[in-house]
């Protein structure tokens, strides 16, 4: 007679065929309802929807992206770095300790200035630009901006091939996109995908929060960093700068009109000009939310609710408080915190600035300086 071991092992051996029998026919049955992939003719649509003159976007989202490089490879660089720092061995003794880096950048001025990420610089005692068909060149740090991640830096030149600048607020999800840069010192590697998403926010480090990314799943490795994503047309629309290690096709850009901004205060001022306030977008049902949270009473109004108040900045001289809404900076529309981030970068050193705010229910006016 078999033993109680034997049967169980039977019994659970003829549960298991059983359950590969059942999920085989679902498969099957599953198969014959789903059509067979198409071919790339049947795929084929109107290009000039999405700016493309001459190539139709095909299976896959490939599209002849030889063009795109033509035009905007010679501007992109690449950068490398030496950092210095002293470190000291067991018995306290001091000795140098060097370490290299290796980043993309781009040529947005003829006279050799150079958009890239702060991250690729940072720390950096020397600074080396590489552009194609060009010798090395040092590099001076323009200036930085940890907060965007963003650094400006220049060369001794003056006839330098500058890339195309495009608008990345009229970005739609699925347009194709090309990546530039030298991943892992391969240099001018060429990259392509579509925009994944918008207004993706990431946390950079510790210090560092960056909001309104594009997200892409062009291959974006190390050495990408401060490079340029294009759109088909060969316009810069965003600066490379982060990816989801843990993930593939997972990449990440800032926008290029919020990275033109802030090169133009790098360049003019060595620093980028700022209100001082955390904001968030004033939604109806972000102020129903706070309402009840808060008891406060605050307005079902279209604007930027100050959540904080950085001290010693133009907002603190003008009396900003948490809570407070501003609805128009300078007599335009504040409808959004990309308003009011958008308007403000506008401003110049110095500039006067007129606030409307509401405060609770009552509309008050407030003034600073920029500086």
């Known amino acids: 007679m078999p033993s109680k071991i034997t049967r169980t092992r039977t019994w659970g051996y ?23 992939p198409q071919r790339a003719s049947d795929l084929s649509f109107n290009t000039a929807q999405i700016g493309l003159e001459t190539e139709p976007v095909t299976l896959g989202g490939v599209f002849d992206a030889t063009k795109v490089v033509e035009k905007v490879g010679p501007s992109v660089a690449q950068i490398n770095t030496l950092t210095e720092r002293v470190i000291y061995d067991y018995f306290r003794r001091p000795y140098l300790s060097e370490s290299q880096g290796l980043g993309s950048g781009v040529v947005i001025a003829a006279n050799g200035y150079i958009l890239t990420n702060n991250h690729v610089i940072a720390n950096a005692s020397t600074i080396e630009v590489v552009l194609p068909g060009r010798q090395p060149a040092r590099a001076r740090l323009v200036g930085a901006d940890p907060q965007t991640d963003l650094a400006v830096i220049q060369i001794d030149a003056s006839d330098l091939p500058v890339a195309e600048i495009g608008d990345s607020r009229r970005l739609k999800v699925g ?158 529309k504040v409808a959004s915190r990309d308003d009011l981030i958008t308007l403000t970068g506008e401003i110049q050193y110095r500039d006067r600035i007129t606030l409307k705010v509401y405060r609770g229910s009552r509309q008050i006016q407030l003034q600073t300086i920029m500086q």
Not at 14 to 36: D, E, K, M, N
Not at 212 to 221: E, F, M, V, Y
Not at 270 to 282: D, N
Not at 312 to 318: G, K, L, V
Request: one cysteine or more; hydrophobic letters at 45%; aromatic letters at 4%.
């Open 14 to 36: 003829v549960i298991i065929s059983l359950a590969i029998l059942l999920f085989g026919l679902f498969c099957y049955r599953l198969g014959r309802q789903i059509p067979g």
């Open 175 to 332: 347009q194709p996109v090309v990546a530039i840069g030298n991943p892992y010192g391969f240099d001018n590697t060429v990259t392509t995908g579509v925009i994944s998403a918008l207004n993706r926010s990431l946390a950079l480090n510790q210090n560092t929060w960056l909001e309104g990314l594009l997200q892409t799943d062009a291959s974006i490795n190390p050495g990408n960093s401060g490079g340029p994503l294009l759109d088909a047309e060969g316009r810069v629309i965003g600066i490379n700068t982060a990816i989801i290690e843990q993930a593939q096709g997972i990449g990440f850009a800032i926008p290029i009109h919020l990275a033109i901004q802030v090169a133009d205060h790098l360049i003019k001022y060595g620093k980028v000009l700022r209100l001082g306030v955390f904001v968030e977008t004033l939604t109806p049902e972000l102020a129903k939310q706070l309402r009840e949270v808060t008891r406060q009473n605050i307005p079902e109004v279209a604007g930027a609710l100050i959540i904080g108040v950085q001290p010693n900045t133009p907002a603190a001289t003008a009396g900003l408080r948490p809570g407070d809404v501003i609805v128009e900076l300078n007599g335009r």
